[in-house]
């Protein structure tokens, strides 16, 4: 109950350690609670930038989304510097897709171009990672994690409402 917390968003159990990683979103922060209840920072300087480096020496902009993956790494949507960040068990961050410049682009690694990622799940291999994009992407995106190559899966960029296959599709906001 002594910790505090500034907006949480986005919350993923470590497979194996059972502890528990969350975004806090404001508090530009990875915090991460222990099965007994601790919690500390994992990664973050908590001032809104963009920063590679081994938890407090880096530095995010609303980190929305977690999800951890069985090896440990946990991956972040990091709204705000426009990126998908991967934080490995060492606690080192690395950008994993994404230019920081708001866009829609597809390619691989910081070639491609994401608008405000808030959420990302892993398919049950830990081969796929999926994202949302909101406030102005309108899609969700495929990552293919172990070469860093991102593209569409459904979703135009426009807001709409529309069903349909691929970027025929239309999702608002």
Same mark, same amino acid.
């Given at each position: 109950? !002594? ?16 502890? +528990?990683? +969350? ?19 994992? /990664?973050?300087?908590?001032? !809104? !930038? ?25 991956? +972040? ?46 398919? /049950? ?32 960029? +426009? ?15």
């Amino acid at each position: 109950t !002594a910790a505090r917390f500034n907006g949480l968003h986005g919350v993923s159990v470590d497979p194996s350690s059972l502890s +528990v990683f +969350v975004g806090d979103w404001v508090g530009h922060r990875v915090r991460r609670i222990s099965p007994s209840g601790m919690v500390t920072t994992y /990664a973050g300087s908590g001032s !809104a !930038a963009f920063a590679d480096g081994v938890g407090a020496a880096a530095s995010f902009n609303l980190p929305h989304a977690v999800h951890v993956d069985s090896f440990g790494n946990v991956y +972040v949507g990091d709204i705000n510097n426009h990126r998908i960040r991967k934080i490995l068990p060492s606690g080192l961050v690395l950008p994993l897709a994404g230019s920081g410049t708001a866009g829609g682009l597809n390619g691989i690694g910081t070639n491609a171009q994401f608008s405000c990622p808030t959420d990302i799940a892993l398919d /049950a291999s830990g081969i796929m990672g999926y994202v949302v994009e909101q406030n102005g992407g309108n899609r969700v995106r495929s990552i293919v994690l172990a070469t860093a190559s991102v593209s569409t899966l459904a979703g135009s960029g +426009v807001a709409g409402f529309a069903d349909g296959t691929g970027v025929a599709a239309q999702f608002y906001w």
